[in-house]
Every structure is written in structure tokens, then in C-alpha cells.
Nanobody
Framework: EVRLVESGGGFVQPGGSLRLSCAASGFAFGDTDMSWVRQAPGKGPEWVSLINSAGLKTYYADSVKGRFTVDRDNTLNTLFLQMDNLGPGDTAVYYC?????????????WGQGTQVTVSS
């Protein structure tokens, strides 16, 4: 059974940083591209980032490019998202997911999510 458990969310002031983690199990993590997706209140899901299975190629939505960094540790079966210079527009529930190119993956590919709130 695929299991994705996100952590690291919380409340942060504008300009602050957070680092999200996603512990993966139940599948061949090291052979799987992975994504981050977010969903803000009252809005549809937004694809945020993709990293290939080896961690050598990364892709970002324009809205986060230059501020967010995705990486992974295949020895720990863990995916990360470093988020810097956060703004109120980044407030959302963040989900790690099996990769689906640069598109929002099907909902069944996502974890349970972690809340990120950016506010002064």
C-alpha cells in the first residue's frame, strides 16, 4: 500500500521559511518521480514542483520558482520541500504525491497533507 505522510507545516510570518518532509513507503520510492501539490482555501489544486526519481532534475511552477527547492533522500525514502520568502499567497495545504509530469496528479496519488499558513 502506498503511504505518504507529510510533516513540517505550520504558521509563519511573511518572508519566513519552512521545510516540509514527506515520508514514503509501500512502493519503490527510488524509482518514482515525485511531486508537491498545494490547495489553497476555496481554490483548486495547484501543481508546485516535480523531482525525478534520481533527484537530478527538478521543475517548478512559476509561482514558486526561485523561492522553493525540492529534493529527496532515496536512502531515507523521504521527499522535501524547502520554502523560502513565503508570502500570504502560499497559504495552502501542501501534499506530496507520486509524480505526474508537471500536472496535478490524481487525488489518489496524494498524501494526507500538511497545512502551511503565512500571515502577519
Amino acid at each position: 500500500e502506498v503511504r505518504l505522510v507529510e510533516s513540517g507545516g505550520g504558521f509563519v510570518q511573511p518572508g519566513g521559511s519552512l521545510r516540509l518532509s514527506c515520508a514514503a513507503s509501500g512502493f519503490a520510492f527510488g524509482d518514482t518521480d515525485m511531486s508537491w501539490v498545494r490547495q489553497a482555501p476555496g481554490k483548486g489544486p495547484e501543481w508546485v514542483s516535480l523531482i525525478n526519481s534520481a533527484g537530478l532534475k527538478t521543475y517548478y511552477a512559476d509561482s514558486v520558482k526561485g523561492r522553493f527547492t525540492v529534493d529527496r533522500d532515496n536512502t531515507l525514502n523521504t521527499l522535501f520541500l524547502q520554502m523560502d520568502n513565503l508570502g500570504p499567497g502560499d497559504t495552502a495545504v501542501y501534499y506530496c504525491s507520486l509524480g505526474y509530469s508537471t500536472y496535478v496528479p490524481p487525488r489518489e496519488y496524494w498524501g494526507q497533507g500538511t497545512q502551511v499558513t503565512v500571515s502577519s
